[in-house]
Antibody, heavy 118, light 108 residues
């Protein structure tokens, strides 16, 4: 079964950093654009970032530029999101997702919760 | 930046009802619109891509239409599994995505 499994979430203090990981299986990871979407508690979905198949192009929502970095390791079938200078408003479930035709997300992970609090 | 709106924000319906959710874009997005269903505590599920393409395995009671700036998701004969929150999502060039605020379909 095609699967994405996130890890790396947890409780972190404001100003701290985290690296989220997403392990892909049962599909050819290197041929897909991939992305991250987050959802604050009780709120809607918010697109965060996308990355091209070879990592040569990366796009971010405006309010995370400079703090978040998306990357991938195709040899390891893994996607990453480095989050720095964390703020309380970054508290959310972070989903890893595969794009279909680079225009929509067809496969989603189960999400990993990031809580920013002192 | 392209903004997405959805209406209504909440919709109360009964099993068997026909439900229509509207999504509007602040500028022309052609047919680059997707619809997702999200049940509480679960990851979203892609229902429709490119405004009207039903994803494999999605029941045929779901349908999407529209182009340009106005789109609709129709659920014919609402089933118990369909009580959920629905999001639209647009795509622009440079792989920039934007989600709508969501429409919660609950039981009347």
């Amino acid at each position: 079964e095609v699967q994405l499994v996130e890890s790396g979430g947890g409780l972190v203090q404001p100003g701290g950093s985290l690296r989220l990981s997403c392990a892909a299986s049962k599909f050819t990871f290197s041929t897909y654009w991939m992305g991250w979407v987050r959802q604050a508690p009780g709120k809607g979905l918010e697109w965060v970032a996308n990355i091209k198949q070879d990592g040569s192009e990366k796009y971010y929502v405006d309010f995370v530029k400079g703090r978040f970095t998306i990357s991938r390791d195709n040899a390891e079938n893994s996607l990453y999101l480095q989050i720095n200078s964390l703020r309380a408003e970054d508290t959310a479930v972070y989903y890893c997702a595969r794009t279909v035709g680079a225009t929509a997300f067809d496969i989603w992970g189960q999400g990993t919760l990031v809580t920013v609090s002192s | 930046d392209i903004q997405m709106t959805q209406s209504p924000s909440t919709l109360s319906a009964s099993v068997g009802d026909r439900v229509i959710i509207t999504c509007r874009a602040s500028q022309n997005i052609n047919s680059w619109l997707a619809w997702y269903q999200q049940r509480p505590g679960k990851a979203p599920k892609l229902l429709i891509s490119k405004a009207s393409n039903l994803e494999t395995g999605v029941p045929s009671r779901f349908s999407g239409s529209g182009s340009g700036t106005e789109f609709t998701l129709t659920i014919n004969s609402l089933q118990p599994d369909d009580f959920a929150t629905y999001y639209c999502q647009q795509y622009t060039s440079y792989s920039i995505f934007t989600f709508g605020p969501g429409t919660k379909v609950d039981i009347k």
